[in-house]
C-alpha cells in the first residue's frame, strides 16, 4: 500500500495541488489522487494467478471511499456505499475463466456483510454465482475472505450489496480475483 515519489513529480503524474510550507519544506497535498491518465488508481500487480481489473463502476460510494480503494492494495482503504439494494460492478481487462474472489469485508471480525455474486460476459446479462453471507472471523479483521465461484469467460463481475448484520453500509476493505 506504500508508493514514493518526488514530491516535484505529484503534479505531473496525478490531479494534485501541492502547497509548500514557509520554509518549503512542509508539504500539502489536496486530491483524489486520480490518476491524469484516468487509470483510476487500480492496481494490477504482476501475480500471474490474478485477474487484472480495467475499471470500478458503483451504484453510489461515500466521499473518500472510493470504488478503486477497493483494490488498490492497501487494506487500509475502502470502498463504501450504504443501503439494501446497491452494486459494484468489476470490468476486468479481458475475459477471463475466474476461480476465487478474496474479500476484506470492513470489521468482519463482529458483523455479517450480505451480498451476491454474478457474472457477465457481456455486461447486460448476469449469472448468479453466490448469495448469503460473508463468515464472522472472531479476531481477524485483514485476512481475506476466499468466495470459490469459478465460471468461464467472464468480462464483468457484479456485487449486490445488501447491508450487513449491524446496519446498511456495505464496504470492502480489499479484494482480489483469481485465475483458473
Do not use: C
Not at 71 to 77: G, L, P, Q
Not at 139 to 166: C, H, P, Q, W, Y
Amino acid at each position: 500500500g506504500e508508493f514514493y515519489i518526488n514530491y516535484k513529480d505529484l503534479p505531473a503524474v496525478f490531479d494534485v495541488t501541492v502547497a509548500y510550507g514557509a520554509l518549503g519544506d512542509i508539504v500539502w497535498v489536496t486530491s483524489t489522487f486520480r490518476r491524469i491518465d484516468n487509470s483510476k488508481n487500480i492496481v494490477n500487480l504482476d501475480d500471474p494467478t490474478r485477474v487484472r481489473i480495467k475499471d470500478l463502476k458503483a451504484s453510489s460510494y461515500e466521499t473518500s471511499n472510493y470504488p478503486y480503494n477497493a483494490v488498490d492494495n492497501n487494506a487500509a482503504t475502502g470502498f463504501t456505499n450504504e443501503g439494501t439494494d446497491e452494486w459494484l460492478i468489476i470490468e476486468l481487462e479481458e475475459a477471463s475463466d475466474i476461480k476465487d474472489i478474496a474479500i476484506i469485508w470492513n470489521n468482519r471480525h463482529m458483523r455479517q456483510a450480505k451480498f451476491s455474486i454474478e457474472v457477465s460476459a457481456d455486461g447486460e446479462t448476469y449469472t448468479e454465482l453466490f448469495n448469503g453471507m460473508s463468515e464472522v472471523i472472531t479476531g481477524d479483521k485483514t485476512s481475506f475472505e476466499m468466495f470459490n465461484v469459478k465460471a468461464e469467460n467472464v468480462k464483468f463481475i457484479r456485487l449486490g450489496l445488501f447491508g450487513n448484520t449491524t446496519n446498511k453500509k456495505n464496504t470492502i476493505n480489499e479484494m482480489y480475483i483469481t485465475k483458473q
